[in-house]
């Protein structure tokens, strides 16, 4: 139990261009689910928080309307990178917490994004 | 006061022995204690996790030691094997219900030889 996975695994895009990933948890609702961003080598960032039903909450230099962040339902929330440049290449991992799981955090298995 | 920092940054083991990751954090609004496994291009995955009225937990071959008045948890691995090679990272969460958020440790990566 405690799926949660990401779509698409691997994603590459022309500089400009608008990328979708989605975030799904597949046997357990989901009110709150987080998107991170990873480095090569380096520890994972909290980029936002998304409850269902209600707007994202960003972290402190995380650009709100270049990382647009929608939780649809209790299964499924997803992150759009808007007009993409090389330096938003990296990876991306979202979380999910279970409806009656106290605060554990299930990880999806992330999405690489490479943007030319 | 958010930080929490992970040390050492990279470990060596041989098969069968212990490995020791240590983390310590400032914020004692901090509850729940959790550690991760990462295995390079995966998501993290959940290997144990404490809160801060317990002292210890085991999970097999995993143990969470906490030392509440040291603000200072670690994770100990016995036995260690091969498969154990991965990037370990530790996490301070604070809120209510299932908001909380995470902060991670810097990671750990570690090498068991056989």
């Known amino acids: 139990g405690a799926v949660v996975s990401q779509h698409p695994s691997r994603v590459i895009c022309k500089s400009g261009t608008s990328v979708k990933i989605e975030c799904r948890s597949l046997?357990?609702?989901?009110?709150?689910m987080f998107w991170y961003r990873q480095f090569p080598k380096k520890s994972l960032m909290l980029m936002a928080t998304?409850?269902?039903?209600?707007?994202?909450?960003?972290e402190q230099g995380v650009e709100k309307d270049k990382f647009l962040i929608n939780h649809a339902s209790l299964t499924l929330s997803t992150l759009t990178v808007t007009s993409a440049h090389p330096e938003d290449s990296s990876f991306y991992i979202c979380?999910?917490?279970?409806?009656?799981?106290?605060?554990?955090?299930?990880f999806g298995p992330g999405t690489r994004l490479l943007v030319l | 006061q958010q930080q929490v920092k992970q040390s050492p940054q990279s470990l060596i083991v041989q098969k069968g022995g212990i490995s020791i990751i240590n983390c310590a954090y400032e914020?004692?609004?901090?509850?729940?204690f959790p550690w991760y496994q990462q295995f390079p291009g995966k998501g993290p995955a959940l290997l144990i996790a404490?809160?801060?009225?317990?002292s210890e937990k085991k999970e097999g071959r995993f143990t969470i030691s906490f030392n509440k008045s040291a603000k200072q948890f670690s994770l100990h691995i016995m036995d260690s094997q091969p498969g154990d090679s991965a990037t370990y990272f530790c996490a301070a969460s604070i809120g209510s219900g299932n908001t909380g958020k995470l902060i991670f440790g810097q990671g750990t990566t570690l090498q068991v030889k056989p």
């Open positions: 998304s409850n269902e039903g209600s707007k994202a909450t960003y």
């Open positions: 914020n004692t609004a901090f509850d729940y």
């Open positions: 404490i809160r801060p009225d317990v």
């Open positions: 979380s999910a917490s279970p409806r009656r799981g106290g605060r554990t955090q299930y």
């Open positions: 046997d357990f609702q989901a009110t709150t």
